[in-house]
């Protein structure tokens, strides 16, 4: 089995690949080589004793997604793209990395052709909805993005729902809740916050809360992510039908309680770091989003995320802090 | 006023171009110019006292857009389009005329910058709709195209909202109906023999019908179809809101109401020409199409349609048949 990760640099594609690595394999078959794309160098996973091809390559590039299929993966995670933030900000870049290049990746799969299908896990957002919403958001609402960047993956969805339906792969595109408690330094996602009121607090430091705490949002955590997809990549054709993109389940809390939870496990002076100062344009995105979903059919299929904020939070310590906090 | 047509030779082109020139102006403004463009010569309109360009131009070719928009038309009809069957069966020539053509006029009408900000009337279809649907389609179900026309029509709806959003343009998306009964030759749309089965009979000529007749589809005429690329136009951005592609309103009736209709209108000789002949393909494709939807929001902002498939038949005959039809 060989498998793609395109973005293997990034958060979520480095906790893949280390679990894919784990596991030793993927979908009940042995993982005996590795191709990692993302535009900076991405590291060669430990303890992994196939082979691995780690490429900087940028997809909407000519030819850098037919040069990532050369050796035809079996199975592809297609994690690359602009975050939300930046595609706002950026309106070329956004619609050439996260349009483009997702297009190119699927027209190269498509003219692989020789009964090439791989196996296509796309992670789409929550974003893809726009408000004004009903109190849940049912799987067949419809999708009336309030982004660049919602609108772009509801473009790729659209595309890959298309080319599943044609037969020139097997896709299945998630949308992921907000990933939290993403670890490292703040990257340039709207929903960046939501973390860094969790992660700075814990390891000492001040975190600026943009936003109301009445705000309400839906989460799960970068292990539940990975969970995500490996979940995806195992679904059959049968199992998914043509309605191939997924709203996945997560915790829909409030900041207050996201506040609330970290008081209770690391206490009133970790809490005490958080700092208020509204930020209009993260105001106007994040008031675009959804603030719970009715993921029925991933339940269904057996995708599951958290419980409740602390189990979130406890994942975070857990997985990133060695289980152990700022005093 | 300048007003631009894309698609201007096909039906629709060819009659919105009339009744402009008919009207003699577009939201209470005198139109003093008419850029037509289509991949074929569009006729000069008669009787029309200002300026024609009309060019043949392939929108999605390099510069075309660009060209088209050289003397910034206040309001431009986007009709310009490959039908469905012909995007079903020519994979890279859907994507090519309706995605990627679509892509460069608003990119187009985006670099162009410096304060322009055109009214875009874009043409959608109900085929962004994909089955298993609910009795009733409602203005917030779920877009899920089972038809790479309907994945080109959809992305086009997302990128003119998004495009909207940012600014570059005020756009409005119509979800037309099956337009019946359409003049003149059959073309390649699987929803051909709609009209077919109306048209040729009251011509003297056979017909063929290629599904079953308890299928349910939603009619307008070509009338209403103008009428409501007329109505769109006038649309404010206010009464849009972010949500500007609409539903279109039409008749919903099956096939046998129609045969019905017909044979009230022009007798039992008239409604013997139909053939009965299965086709697969159109079978497929019909089958995935919504069957009757909820227009609320288009009805609350004006757009009509007719009342009972007898009246888009009488129209037929008064605007094509010039009240006549064969014995």
């Given at each position: 089995m060989h498998v793609l990760v395109t973005g293997a640099a990034g958060m979520i594609g480095q906790k893949l690949v280390a679990r894919l690595v784990k596991d030793g394999g993927l979908n009940g078959k042995p993982i005996d080589r590795l191709t990692l794309t993302d535009v900076v160098v991405s590291a060669s996973p430990a303890g992994f004793s196939g082979k691995v091809d780690a490429a900087v390559s940028d997809?909407?590039?000519?030819?850098e997604a037919r040069k990532a299929l050369a050796l035809r993966p079996?199975?592809?995670?297609?994690?690359?793209g602009v975050v939300s933030g930046e595609a706002e900000t950026d309106f070329e870049k956004g619609y050439r990395v996260n349009l483009d290049g997702t297009r190119a990746l699927l027209e190269a799969i498509r003219k692989t052709g020789d009964g090439y299908r791989p196996k296509l896990v796309f992670t789409s957002s929550i974003a893809v909805f726009g408000a004004p919403f009903p109190e849940t958001i049912a799987d067949d609402f419809h999708l009336t993005p309030l982004t660049s960047y919602g609108t772009q993956k509801a473009v790729g969805e659209m595309l890959l729902a298309d080319y599943s339906r044609r037969g020139f792969l097997d896709g299945v595109g998630l949308r992921l809740p907000t990933i939290c408690v993403r670890p490292g330094k703040p990257n340039k996602?709207?929903?960046?916050f939501f973390s860094g009121i969790i992660r700075e607090p814990l390891a000492g430091e001040t975190a600026v809360l943009p936003?109301?705490?009445t705000v309400r949002h839906t989460h799960a955590s970068p292990r539940s992510a990975v969970g995500f997809l490996i979940r995806a990549a195992g679904l059959t054709r049968e199992q998914l039908g043509l309605r191939i993109n997924l709203s996945m389940p997560g915790v829909s809390c409030t900041v207050a309680e996201q506040i609330a939870a970290l008081r209770r496990l690391a206490g009133e002076k970790t809490a005490s770091r958080i700092r208020r100062e509204a930020d209009p344009l993260v105001e106007r995105i994040v008031s675009?989003?959804?603030?719970?979903?009715?993921a029925r059919r991933a339940l269904a299929l057996g995708f599951r995320a958290e419980e409740n904020f602390e189990e979130i939070i406890r994942i975070h310590i857990e997985d990133e802090l060695e289980g152990g906090i700022a005093a």
């Open positions: 997809l909407s590039a000519p030819g079996d199975a592809i995670f297609h994690l690359a996602a709207a929903s960046g936003v109301a705490e675009g989003w959804p603030e719970r979903f009715d």
